[in-house]
């Protein structure tokens, strides 16, 4: 199985179910690994909850974390993401925490703001692309 990285809440803003369903068609029937951060849950409910409101923000998030495992923040994480070259102190924090948790790529739309990562940038398109041209996924 891969690993993937799933870096959601720039997703958000489209329709979630119709952003998501590959993906989580992809996660339920386990033919890839994927996992976001507890950063990333906080920043989802901040956005989603002033476009969709608490409850149905509530909901997403209750529905996705049975679905992606929550990964953790730590003082190592912080650490090397304080001490990057990155522009964007919580992109660093991606990078590295995909990183220290050995995942192969991170799937965002802001590809750009990622340049000098040690784990493999993915749009969603590009993710889905690989995970339908691996022979493991046929």
């Known amino acids: 199985n891969s690993c993937f990285f799933f870096?959601?809440?720039l997703m958000i803003r489209r329709p979630p179910?119709?952003?998501?369903?590959?993906?989580?068609?992809?996660?339920?029937?386990?033919?890839?690994e994927a996992y976001i951060t507890g950063s990333s849950i906080t920043d989802i409910y901040y956005i989603a909850r002033?476009?969709?409101?608490r409850s149905i923000t509530l909901k997403f998030l209750l529905e996705l974390i049975q679905i992606v495992p929550v990964l953790g923040v730590d003082h190592?994480?912080?650490?090397?993401?304080?001490?990057?070259?990155?522009s964007d102190f919580e992109d660093a924090v991606q990078v590295f925490s995909a990183g220290i948790n050995n995942l192969e790529?991170?799937?965002?739309?802001?590809?750009k703001d990622f340049v000098g990562s040690q784990v493999e940038i993915l749009s969603p398109e590009e993710a889905i692309t690989i995970i339908s041209d691996d022979k493991n996924y046929s």
């Open 7 to 9: 870096f959601v809440f």
């Open 17 to 32: 179910r119709s952003t998501l369903f590959p993906y989580t068609t992809l996660f339920r029937s386990g033919l890839i």
């Open 50 to 53: 002033k476009e969709k409101g």
């Open 76 to 86: 190592d994480i912080i650490f090397q993401a304080l001490q990057s070259d990155f």
């Open 105 to 111: 790529y991170i799937i965002t739309r802001n590809k």
